[in-house]
């Protein structure tokens, strides 16, 4: 029972760099999402998804892309890293249907670093 | 806009004593109402939820109630364990899964 996990744990890449973070999880929950955690602002919203294919802008969506052609997969793309990125990326999921549909499982975190 | 206020920390307490970490919010609707935890290196787990008013979430010995009349959700708990260092953010949404809305987050320490 992997659960969700996340690739890179620790990234370092230069400014202008294209990064992508990736998010995978196994019980095959309709929702995904990605926030990042920053110092005195806790936790925002960058994206999520409803299901395959399906999309939708978080608070600070502004220099990242996503994409979600399975359901098990949902990677984060920096498309030219800048140091404002820099910040621990939680991916999370979550069931639309079943017990629970209003708890959200995290990932271990990425900690990406922009120099 | 739908938001969460939590107190600053950090908050650094003495084993065995008591514990509580203030959370306010400001929602459109009737939000459900959540606390998760982040262990030192790890993500962030579900603690304690509440779903509608005066409803009280407890787990591990952290308790908290949903108080509409004061849009608050406070944590608390009787007697405190070195176990439980870590930060503690207070959430909310309004309907299923969706998004959550995070306050800033609490670090909480606790000394032997």
């Known amino acids: 029972d992997a659960g969700i996990t996340q690739s890179p744990r620790y990234k370092i890449t230069e400014t202008g760099r294209q990064v992508t973070l990736m998010c995978h999880q196994t019980w095959s929950h309709s929702y995904m999402f990605w926030y990042r955690q920053d110092l005195g602002h806790g936790l925002r919203l960058i994206y999520y998804?409803?299901?395959?294919?399906?999309?939708d802008k978080g608070e600070v969506p502004d220099g990242y892309v996503v994409s979600r052609s399975k359901t098990e997969n949902f990677p984060l793309t920096l498309e030219s890293a800048t140091r404002s990125q820099t910040s621990v990326y939680f991916c999370?999921?979550?069931?639309?249907?079943?017990?629970?549909?209003?708890?959200?499982?995290f990932g271990p975190g990425t900690r990406l670093t922009v120099l | 806009g739908n938001s969460v206020t939590q107190m600053e920390g950090p908050v650094t307490l003495s084993e065995e004593a008591f514990l509580t970490i203030n959370c306010t919010y400001t929602?459109?609707?009737?939000?459900?109402l959540f606390w998760y935890v982040q262990y030192p290196g790890e993500g962030l787990q579900l603690l304690l939820k509440?779903?509608?008013?005066?409803d009280k979430g407890s787990n591990k010995g952290f308790e908290a109630t949903y108080r509409k009349e004061t849009t608050s959700f406070h944590l608390e708990k009787g007697s405190v364990q070195v176990s439980d260092s870590a930060v503690y953010f207070c959430?909310?949404?309004?309907?299923?899964?969706?998004?959550?809305?995070f306050g800033k987050g609490t670090r909480l320490s606790v000394i032997a």
């Open positions: 959430a909310l949404n309004l309907y299923g899964n969706t998004p959550l809305v």
């Open positions: 998804s409803a299901a395959a294919d399906i999309t």
């Open positions: 929602a459109t609707g009737y939000p459900s």
């Open positions: 509440a779903t509608k008013a005066d």
């Open positions: 999370a999921s979550g069931r639309i249907a079943g017990p629970s549909t209003d708890t959200q499982y």
